[in-house]
């Protein structure tokens, strides 16, 4: 946590680049503090504010994005910047020079922003979040609507200030704020091949000769027991308690509100046991991520953070889909799961579990999806987003072009839009551009789930026995301790041999769901 | 909450006032916004921040006390209250003219303390209270002993600054804190004939021919059905619960943490239910005042906020002693607790259950005490704290002084310093002449329940109701409304027509404790 012991990596540099990388790393730590803190706000607004406290919360948010923005924007912090660029031992170096590079871009990304706008957007959006949650939940998208029209105002506004790349389009630069260096196009071309090969798939198992196992469906959980359970698989994979917590909320998260403080939640509903298990498992893989990177002495900092939404995707979804969702998993899971449930479970088998988990349904709520037609779900919004930031679909007309997308791919008959375009939180926080990164972030779990099973060829037998401690230090190894010295191709190309893929997903999907539903 | 619209008492300032004025009115705005976003750190580290957390939630809050000081004592702010007091409209107003007396008492007391001792104090308590707690858990006086000479020493340099008052004592700089305006010789001419009308009292209960039921104590309830039946006494009195939550600290408090955010905690064992009542009665009347306030508008300005600590203090006593320790009470409670506890209070009676809360047993922990023995305990530490300051007596003689006193006043021989002068986390923290508003605020809920009773004759009927609307909206009208316009001695004698008196607290243990004890 001492920011001002100089890295093994900045020795070589002048004495002077050395007081202004320290200086520097100061700053953005002092940032991150205020940052936090906002984190915080938010979290608790999302978990535990009463129902009254929304407009005040707005304003505590605005203020302190505000003062976090001052410090990331601080001219001085420029100037330091600039002279550490010119000393060739630091800029050559593979850590700090690849800290150096991120702390340039996130300087110029935030100082490109006049800080009016970045209270606006604040404000907007925390408003906004408080009017979409009350329109879906009377299904009214009339309620949301002049809230999401002014958040993509200002979203375009945010793009124009940040600037479309010149080989790009304008919400390149949306896209960037979550995927460092990614472009739409090449989200295009991941998708495109994708979408080819998932339609005809997810036909045939429309029209598979066999149907996995319903039983899960009658099981009835009772709440407190899956909360237990929830918190004894968290603690079994290797969640850190003492760095963390696990709550509920509406829509599942993990926030850092500090380098020792990774926060999770999750839902709960007695009929959907296993749902809330995955879904744990899911944030749970986003914590270990959090809670595995080199934080201790660099939190603040670029090469202290997380690589990119799609890599912080690819671990939730390894836990959640390589590992939550085989037959491994409910074999150990099962019997461990007896002292919290008692016989609620009895009538369920391993096998059972395993089927019940992985059936490929069409379904209106993309966090509901399956791991097939989820990335349908996807397309379509990226599809919808990169629209209205082209201008070429207006806000009101958002319900009408949702219904008529999941008809098309999903066949799916929208009935109202709290299944359609009110489901997802997203756009309410002002995260347009986020959406793509859930699906590089399944293609990249699929990838390294691959290559970690080449490293380590009983993983499934490990799994089974509840020994997740190998998986966890090969991600750690292999992702979580590079923290965002890679951006995520390269991340990628090391960790697994190979640039980023829709293959192992697709070799991942036939793999576990052929023989479920019988496919030759 | 728009400062920018002139208070009808500022309409007659010349234009340039009334500049100055909303610009007073803004920056105490933004202060309070950063202040309360520190008031969430807090809460969240005492009721749900893991365990890790710890050192840089410590950074997080040093953060945010640094950037609220600095807008509390931006000159800026120092000239405009400089000009606004030039202003005879505005300083003769009832309303704006205090609400401008308590701003300028505020910027005073905040500039008068140069930063050194502004940093001094809070590096020193925070290591303090770490001290303090290992002291306690160990019942080891010396580990505190040199923390808490520093903090004295400290105090003593803090009370020179803000200065003793031309007719008190360096003290009174002090007390002056939590309790405006209040100096150490009123409090002495308030405690001396309490303590000399309590010894007796408290003798002859002791030797009384009649004792408590103590059915009570049979009594194990479990805990989900506490906080059910907590929760639904904290609605049924009046805690609005849009705008707080009740959840569980080791240490029960109130905070505030935005105008419509008033949470408070409470602490639950199986075997005393009605402890747990009474603390979030206690709490509840806390709130219920913050809840009350006239924030609406005047967020942040003196005039939107409490009288004093022992202003507040009586709001808690009021509900937790005038109340919740009633027969009227229990009559109602019982009864209505039955959807909770099911069978579980069935062997308790209304009166059984009056009675076991209202057993006067000295005690050494001042938190566990009853009505009358507590005042022993406040007066000791007023004593005490007054001889540090005075410099009569020296930290090390601390334990020796007390135990003495604990042997004179309540006939207890302390068998260590945890069950003795470790009880209490308030020096720890620096809060030295915090103590005497807590009887302050007893003797002041006493004259104020008397006050309200001939207002509301049939008060007691309303209570055994559970109608306790009319009850809370005379302490609005009479105590809430008013924020910081009167200095508690005032709206003492406005709200009651005397001036704060021990009679009320004697008349009010008597007739409740004559009939239990069967005095004559």
Known sequence: ???????????????????????????????????????LLSWDQEVLMPADAGAFRAEQLAAMSKLSHQRRTDPRLGERIALCETDSALTSDAQEGANLREIRREFDRATKLPSDLVVALAQTSSLAMEAWKEARARSDFALFEPHLTRIIELSKEQAHCWGAPEDGELYDALLDEYEPGARCADVERMFTPLRERLAPFISEVASAPRSPSEAIDKIRAPIDAQKA???????????????????????????SMGPRDVRITTRYSEAHFADASLTTLHEVGHA????????????????????????????????ENQIGRSLAFWTWALPASRKFFGGALAGLSPQQAFEGVNRVRPHFIRVESDEATYHLHIMLRFD????????ELNVADIPGAWNERMKRDLGLVVPDDRLGCLQDIHWSMGA???????????????????ALVRDIPDARTLVEK???????????TNVHTHGRRYRTDELCERATGAPLSHEPLMRHLRSKLGPIYGLS
Not at 229 to 253: K, Q, W
């Open 1 to 39: 946590m001492d920011t001002a012991t100089t890295p093994q990596g900045a020795m070589g540099a002048t004495a002077e680049a050395q007081t202004a990388y320290a200086e520097i790393r100061k700053s953005l730590r002092d940032a991150s503090i205020l940052s936090t803190v906002g984190t």
């Open 229 to 255: 359970f929830c918190h004894f698989i968290s603690e079994a994979v290797g969640y850190d308690f003492s760095a963390g917590r696990l709550d509920v909320s509406t829509h599942p998260f993990t926030e």
């Open 288 to 319: 270990m991520y959090e809670q595995g990177l080199p934080t201790q002495d660099r939190f603040g900092e670029p090469i202290g953070t997380y690589a990119s939404l799609g890599a912080h995707e690819s671990q939730s979804r390894l836990w």
């Open 384 to 391: 919808l987003e990169r629209a209205l930031i082209r201008g």
């Open 432 to 450: 347009v551009g986020y959406f793509p990164t859930y699906t590089i972030g399944s293609l990249l779990a699929c990838q390294l789930w691959e």
């Open 466 to 476: 509840g020994e997740f401690a190998p998986l966890l230090a090969w991600t750690r």
